[in-house]
């Protein structure tokens, strides 16, 4: 029966901890619907993510139903992989993409650094490239006994995940860390930023890593294949995280439930910074970022007043 718990059992548990995370995902874009009045591109990333989510929950259900209940006692198709592994592969690599996306887009308003921003896309597209690999190598050798076949694709698009998500972070973190100002409570807001950006920049990266050494230690096993079906839904849960706590990121407070809305992010300031401030890196833009600019604001025009200013355009 042990051959039951290296099958069944990882599809099983990474079943029911799916399901937890589509739950919260659920609850997030109840949260995000009721209280953000964003752009069509924002509520398209949202909405597309959600469905691609629900496609591979379902997909996760069937899987574990096939198997325990359809084919129960069947060897010969306990013996293979079958198409809701690959659908979840398939719609891991569609949320991973499209949260990504919303990630470097992000980067690229904080920064207009179209040089990193390039890089950031190519990782991107290698990943989902490799994601199609295994997805190709996984339908050819649908046998367990074939798993060595599949044990180059697997570990090439769990170290792409791994590379562009820590490539991804370092880079927001590194921009962030080129703001500098004198005011303390433009310091704290820059802090949590970063401190944001660390959270939720790792935990995909994390789980990944787990998945690689789950799969590279047993290959015979599904705890890898079933903490797979987890990772769709927390790269879904990162993006929702940044979006529902815009409001909690400038204020710093999770009572406050206003949020700018896109569209404000196009508007175009001149910020007056006392002499003494050094603020590197001209554009600072998104959601979450935007408050940074009415910080500097206000703070130095109470500074104005007692000393010279120099005139910094800001992008907003």
């Not at 929950?57 to 992989?81: P, S």
């Not at 929702?240 to 706590?245: A, E, G, H, M, R």
């Not at 910074?273 to 890196?281: D, E, L, M």
Request: net charge positive.
């Amino acid at each position: 029966m042990a051959i039951l718990d290296k099958v069944l059992g990882g599809l099983l548990v990474g079943s029911y901890a799916n399901s937890i995370l589509y739950t919260l995902e659920l609850v997030a874009v109840i949260q995000y619907y009721k209280r953000n009045q964003d752009s069509r591109l924002f509520h398209a990333m949202v909405y597309s993510t959600f469905v691609v989510d629900t496609v591979s929950t379902m997909a996760a259900c069937a899987c574990v139903y096939l198997y325990t209940i359809t084919h129960w006692g069947d060897v010969n198709y306990r013996e293979k992989q079958h198409w809701p592994i690959a659908v979840s592969y398939v719609t891991c690599g569609i949320s991973a993409t499209v949260v990504r996306c919303f990630l470097i887009f992000r980067y690229w308003r904080l920064s207009q650094n179209n040089y990193i921003t390039s890089v950031l896309i190519l990782f991107m597209l290698a990943s989902l490239g490799s994601c199609a690999g295994a997805v190709v190598s996984l339908l050819l050798h649908m046998a367990y006994a074939q798993r060595d076949k599949i044990v180059l694709p697997i570990p090439i698009w769990f170290s792409t995940i791994v590379a562009t998500d820590i490539s991804i972070s370092l880079a927001l973190l590194w921009q962030l860390n080129q703001i500098k100002s004198p005011f303390k409570a433009t310091q704290s807001l820059i802090r949590r930023l970063m401190t944001s950006t660390i959270r939720t920049g790792t935990v995909s990266s994390v789980v990944a890593v787990i998945i690689l050494i789950l799969f590279l230690t047993d290959k015979q096993s599904n705890f890898g294949t079933g903490f797979s079906y987890c990772l769709g839904r927390i790269y879904t849960l990162t993006m929702l995280y940044n979006l529902n706590n815009r409001s909690s990121l400038r204020y710093g407070s999770a009572n406050t439930n206003d949020a700018h809305s896109d569209d404000t992010m196009n508007i175009t300031t001149q910020i007056h910074v006392h002499r003494t401030a050094i603020v590197h890196g001209s554009s600072v833009t998104n959601h979450d970022v935007l408050d940074l600019s009415d910080r500097l604001k206000r703070d130095s025009d109470s500074d104005s007043a007692r000393g010279k200013v120099s005139v910094l355009p800001l992008g907003v």
